[in-house]
Antibody, heavy 119, light 110 residues
């Protein structure tokens, strides 16, 4: 069964750091790019970052560039999102998603992990 | 910020048809494939269409996807109460080197 499972969310103060993890199973992880997508309370989907299948290329949304870093460990079938200098506006459910074979779309989504940035 | 524009909501009675538009530019919808996602309240998003019109297995053919120029359209026929959800389009933006989502459309079954 193809699935991705996020973890690592929690409550953190502004300016602090947090690392999210996404464990993949049921598919050849090293062959697929991966996305992080977030959704603030009551808001729409916002793309956060994408990492290529081999980890050599990363892409970021403007709102997180320079503060969030996406990386992966193909030996552990895991993709990470290192979050630094967190802001209140980073509060959201963070979804990990597998990229499709033929394009940038996200075909398998996790259930999400919640990050709350609050003092 | 969302680069792709969708209507905030559409509504129709059960059994009727609705269409949702997704308007972009040549940097995204116009020259890249469009995907559509369904998010029922309180649940995780689900892929409805990829490559403009291709349906993953398990998606009923009451749902249709199409694209023309810089706009894409999602259609739902034979509307059911279970179709009440938020729907998002998405596409890669070649100018931004970013994946962009639409603003989202809520489907309301009257």
């Amino acid at each position: 069964q193809v699935q991705v499972v996020e973890s690592g969310g929690g409550v953190v103060q502004p300016g602090r750091s947090l690392r999210l993890s996404c464990a993949a199973s049921g598919f050849r992880f090293s062959g697929y790019a991966m996305h992080w997508v977030r959704q603030a309370p009551g808001k729409g989907l916002e793309w956060v970052a994408t990492i290529s299948y081999d980890g050599n290329n990363q892409y970021y949304g403007d709102s997180v560039k320079g503060r969030l870093i996406i990386f992966r460990d193909n030996s552990e079938n895991t993709v990470y999102l290192q979050m630094t200098s967190l802001r209140v506006e980073d509060t959201a459910v963070y979804y990990c998603a597998k990229m499709g074979i033929s394009g940038y779309y996200a075909d398998v989504w996790g259930n999400g992990t919640t990050v709350t940035v609050s003092s | 910020q969302s680069v792709l524009t969708q209507p905030p909501s559409v509504s129709a009675a059960p059994g009727q048809k609705v269409t949702i538009s997704c308007s972009g530019t040549t940097s995204n919808v116009g020259n890249n494939f469009v995907a559509w996602y369904q998010q029922v309240a309180g649940t995780t998003p689900k892929l409805l269409f990829y490559d403009n019109y291709k349906r993953p297995s398990g998606i009923p053919d009451r749902f249709s996807g199409s694209k023309s120029g810089t706009s894409a359209t999602l259609g739902i026929t034979g509307l059911q109460t279970g179709d009440e959800a938020d729907y998002y389009c998405g596409a890669w933006d070649s100018s931004l080197s970013a994946y962009v989502f639409g603003t989202g459309t809520r489907v309301i079954v009257l």
